[in-house]
């Protein structure tokens, strides 16, 4: 990889008296990485945010942001990070105007009236901006969480599943927001989700925690091999079905037969060209469902570890 | 014969030279006060007592025969009850057995010392010793003892006034520690504490000054409460 | 640093609790002065009833001062409390409300943000006293007037003159800042400990409650420990009120009062420095 490496953890713990939180953690985010960081929950992935923010210490190990050690230059590097961790919390009792106005004057930096404008508008709230936040709906603070860490034009952002409690049109603008800071702004993302098709879409690099380790870490597309979907065939008769595919190559692509179900493991475009054939051969097919992959795969991972 | 009567009579005129009549002194004391019909005057006063530190004082003081007082302040002022000296009156209330002493040169004035005691007990007077300038009938020192205040002393002193009223007096005092409220934080920060023997003589000094004798004082003065010119 | 103490004290004073100080002693001065206005002259007459079997007294000791000294001294438990509700709140508050998350990531120093709350809470507290000040003095000037001032202390009457009071309150105001600036920094310290203001408000009430307990009890063991307890030197004020001033225990007394500023804030600072954020 060519590009410098915007993040580097090295061997990073964090030990909670009885508990290892974070264990040896290595991974690299790279400038320009749209990053998902994904597990199960307890995984580690919130103490790991923390340690990267430096809300919390670690125990044993390194991280550096921007080439730098965290530890002797924070003030520094967190001038150029903006971060959303766990839920955005603000003061109640102020605006979400004057929430934002205090965080750039904690930042040290002059933050213009005109900047604190532009960002809320940027995720649709500056209709809201006079009103307290104690007033704010989850989904409005999520918005306004994703505003101030924007607010200085970091070059890092780190978002802690910025989509919690956000309808599906809010999902798809802060989708929208993250894929267009990214490829316009160039900016480097550090994503942790639990909507693992979200992760899919944006993310072009990702790792998966568990129990705070690294389980695998590399490019979505190769950890994914997403040119195989599998895709889940709900049909009227299943013995009549297994029958008619038994001679063709299809058996070949066929993995599982239960509960009037069958799932394929199919090329892109071979499951219309399946549906057509089934179909043709009077076979009712009552649905055709495409399963998520990074869900199937995040699954697999996971379930090997603790299984 | 002749000799015995002379002799008789040298003794008795003797005798009686040296035994003087202490109402008639008491008596020329009163009337020499009697040419002051009213007074007010300023009092400047000054408290020497160890568990009292107060700084000094000014006050006025109006007086009307025969017996009424009234005293105002700008601010605060404590005036001892038995030393503020108004007239022999004050001394004199009731009814009393005089008793004649001795001759005495107090502080420059051949006084004569007269001794007072009251013939009812209702009064706190106990025992009071006068010594009166025999020239001008003028108080110059007491020595009472009350019941409720123990033994005090009140020395006079006179200027070039015309009138019998003294520039200065002096009142001491048997000092008995006080029972007082206090706060007990305030205890603890105290530096005076070490100070507060159980009792001490203390001392208070008054200056009479601006005497206005005999121009008149409306009734009204005296019917005010004792309190500041302000209020 | 001047912007992130402005920051503090603008969500000090937009916060609802803030105000109770203030509107308590609104309230509570002026009950106080208008109850010594109509009954006060028997409270005085009472305190100096043995010295009124010896003297007469004129003139007017119930005045503004009088009845300021006497507010003063609810300096051992009500203001304190006043302190830890604003005390207490000023980093235990942030981790309630989720905010820590949001202003530790920010590019400052733990140890900037961590001072500039201290000095807010330092001038809350100031301007608390400062109310305390205006409020007795002003109101009761207009109520009472001034006149001078008697004093009871150590079973020696003192009596100061008209112009020689004020600049005795100024003083003593400012040693009461000092002692309640010791209150502000125990409750700051157990701000930083805890995740919600209600512990630090207790807990300092309650140890200020326990040394006052602890230094009324005659024990010699007790009476040992007393000069270590910073509640000793609570009532340190009112050694303004004494003839003579004694410099000394006046500038012991400061400087252990600063000691235990200083060193509370210390600790405060350490524990928060090292403190994993976890809320």
């Not at chain 2, 006179?158 to 305030?186: C, Q, T, W």
């Not at chain 3, 409750?187 to 309650?206: D, K, R």
Request: glycine content about 6%; proline content about 3%; some cysteine.
């Amino acid at each position: 990889m060519d590009s410098e490496k915007v993040i580097e953890i090295e061997n990073l713990s964090k030990q909670f008296k009885d508990l290892k939180a974070v264990n040896n953690l290595n991974l690299n985010v790279y400038k320009g990485d749209v990053f998902g960081f994904l597990g199960p929950n307890g995984a580690g992935k919130s103490t790991t945010i923390r340690m990267l923010v430096s809300l919390i210490a670690p125990t044993e190990g390194s991280i550096k942001v921007f080439g730098k050690t965290l530890k002797q230059h924070r003030t520094e590097i967190l001038s150029n990070i903006g971060a959303i961790v766990e839920r955005p919390d603000f003061y109640g009792y102020l605006s979400a105007f004057k929430n934002l106005e205090i965080m750039g004057k904690i930042s040290g930096k002059e933050i213009s009236k005109n900047r604190i404008m532009e960002v809320l508008e940027l995720v649709g709230l500056e209709k809201r901006c006079k009103s307290k936040v104690k007033t704010f709906s989850h989904g409005m603070k999520q918005r306004l969480g994703l505003a101030q860490a924007l607010l200085h034009d970091p070059e890092l952002i780190i978002l802690d599943e910025p989509t919690t409690g956000l309808d599906p049109q809010g999902m798809k603008e802060i989708r929208d927001l993250i894929i267009y800071l990214s490829k316009e702004k160039q900016k480097t993302i550090f994503l942790s989700s639990h909507v693992l098709y979200e992760v899919e879409l944006i993310a072009n690099r990702m790792i998966i925690i568990d129990k705070g380790s690294a389980k695998v870490e590399g490019n979505v597309e190769e950890l994914l091999d997403s040119k195989n979907v599998r895709v889940t065939f709900e049909v009227d008769d299943l013995e009549k079905t297994k029958l008619l595919l038994n001679n063709t190559l299809w058996i070949d692509k066929l993995d599982t037969a239960v509960n009037g179900k069958l799932i394929f493991n199919l090329s892109h475009g071979e499951a219309p060209q399946l549906n057509k054939y089934l179909v043709q051969n009077d076979i009712m097919v009552g649905a055709m469902i495409p399963t998520r992959s990074l869900e199937e795969y995040f699954l697999n991972i996971t379930q090997k570890v603790s299984g | 014969m002749k000799k015995v009567f002379l002799l008789y009579f040298l003794i008795t005129t003797i005798c009686f030279a040296q035994s003087k009549d202490p109402n008639v002194i008491i008596k020329n004391l009163k009337d020499t006060f009697q040419k002051v019909k009213d007074y007010s005057a300023d009092v400047d006063i000054k408290v020497d007592v160890t568990f009292l530190k107060v700084p000094e004082m000014k006050a006025k003081i109006y007086f009307k025969q025969p017996d009424k007082m009234h005293i105002e302040s700008d601010g605060f002022a404590m005036l001892p009850k038995d030393g503020l000296y108004t007239s022999p009156l004050s001394l004199l209330g009731g009814e009393f057995t005089a008793i004649y002493a001795k001759d005495e040169l107090f502080e420059g004035h051949n006084t004569s010392v007269v001794k007072i005691i009251p013939l009812n007990d209702k009064g706190d007077f106990i025992l009071s010793t006068l010594w009166i300038d025999q020239s001008e009938n003028l108080l110059c020192k007491v020595e009472s003892t009350t019941k409720t205040n123990g033994t005090f002393t009140i020395i006079l002193g006179y200027g070039n006034n015309k009138f019998p009223l003294p520039d200065n007096i002096e009142f001491s005092f048997n000092a008995v520690r006080l029972k007082l409220s206090h706060n007990s934080m305030e205890e603890e920060n105290s530096n005076n504490k070490k100070d507060n023997p159980d009792s001490s003589t203390g001392k208070v000094f008054l200056t009479y000054s601006n005497y206005v004798v005999n121009k008149g004082i409306p009734d009204s003065i005296f019917l005010k409460k004792a309190k500041t010119s302000k209020n | 640093m001047i912007k992130l103490i402005n920051i503090e004290l603008y969500k000090i004073f937009k916060k609802w609790r803030t105000y109770i100080g203030f509107i308590a002693i609104a309230i509570l001065v002026p009950v106080i002065e208008f109850a010594l206005q109509i009954e006060g002259h028997k409270s005085l007459d009472f305190m100096t009833r043995d010295l009124q079997q010896s003297f007469i007294f004129v003139g007017n000791l119930l005045n503004t001062y009088f009845v300021s000294y006497l507010i003063l001294n609810s300096l051992s438990v009500h203001i304190p409390f006043l302190i830890t509700l604003v005390a207490g709140d000023l980093l235990a508050g942030e981790a309630t409300a989720g905010t820590y998350r949001l202003i530790l990531t920010r590019p400052v120093s733990r140890m900037k943000i961590v001072s500039s709350k201290f000095i807010a809470g330092i001038i809350y507290t100031f301007l608390l006293i400062l109310w305390l000040a205006i409020v007795s003095l002003g109101l009761g000037y207009l109520l009472l007037g001034t006149g001078e001032l008697m004093v009871f202390r150590g079973g020696i009457i003192m009596v100061f003159a008209k112009n020689d009071i004020l600049w005795r309150f100024l003083l003593a105001y400012g040693f009461a800042v000092l002692s309640m600036g010791v209150v502000a920094s125990l409750a700051f310290l157990f701000s930083a400990l805890v995740e919600n203001a209600i512990g630090p408000i207790i807990t300092t009430m309650a140890i200020i409650i326990i040394f006052l307990i602890i230094s009324a009890i005659n024990v010699d063991l007790f009476q040992t420990i007393k000069p270590y307890l910073f509640t000793s030197y609570m009532g340190s004020w009112s050694m303004f009120f004494d003839k003579p001033i004694d410099t000394y225990e006046i500038v012991k007394s400061t400087l252990i009062m600063l000691g235990h500023i200083a060193g509370l804030f210390g600790l405060a600072s350490y524990i928060f420095y090292k403190k994993d954020i976890l809320t």
